[in-house]
């Protein structure tokens, strides 16, 4: 059913501060941290102290006049 993969191309060295900042949702596949409900939904990386990333995911609830989480 299924042929012989190509291996992946991986980086050497990944660039985190480039990924840093806030993202916007276009289109997503359901996820278990996620409500089925959430739009406008964004990630935001920020780099903490100790080197480890913070991300902070936020929705709004049914329309954009609901609540925000």
């Given amino acids: 059913m299924f042929g ?4 992946l191309n991986v980086v050497d ?3 985190v501060e480039r990924y840093m900042g806030k993202w916007y949702e276009i289109a997503r596949y359901p996820n278990s941290f996620q409500k089925a409900d959430c739009v406008a939904t964004t990630a935001e990386y920020t780099l903490r102290d100790d080197g ?7 929705c709004w609830r049914g329309a954009l006049d609901g609540p925000e989480e």
């Fill in 4 to 7: 012989p993969v190509a291996p």
């Fill in 52 to 58: 480890r990333l913070r991300v902070v995911n936020r």
């Fill in 13 to 15: 060295k990944l660039d």
